[in-house]
């Protein structure tokens, strides 16, 4: 498997914009505090104009964990939309100036 240089995460708790800029997506975890909260992520700067990759749905007062192998190409930048109820979502990607993996 390919090694991605220079990936980043960021812990968010509220409705982000990720990136503006293109970006490939790794991974998300999600953290809530009552069953069925959850966060949809779109490709795009904002739910209104972005399109929806996926909406996910944490368990109980424990965490999910979604990984994207290969990562989601995000061609106009990474937008999340959290639930009431989730404490925090950790989304793991890489900028579009370090999107070629080492050995590709």
């Known amino acids: 498997m390919a090694k991605w ?3 980043t995460a960021i812990v968010v708790a509220a409705d982000t914009l990720i990136t503006s800029h293109p970006a490939w997506l790794h991974s998300l ?3 809530d505090s009552v069953a069925g909260a959850g ?3 779109y490709e795009g700067q904002d739910a209104t104009s972005g399109r ?3 909406h996910f749905h944490g368990p109980n007062n424990d965490s999910f964990q979604a990984v ?11 937008y ?3 639930e009431a109820n989730v404490d ?3 989304i793991h990607y890489t900028p579009q ?3 070629r993996p080492e050995g590709d």
């Open 39 to 41: 966060a949809t992520v």
């Open 52 to 54: 929806q990759i996926a």
């Open 5 to 7: 240089p220079k990936s």
């Open 80 to 82: 999340v939309d959290l």
């Open 88 to 90: 925090h979502l950790v």
């Open 29 to 31: 975890i999600i953290t």
């Open 68 to 78: 994207f192998d290969p990562p989601l190409w995000c061609e106009r930048g990474i």
């Open 97 to 99: 100036s370090l999107n």
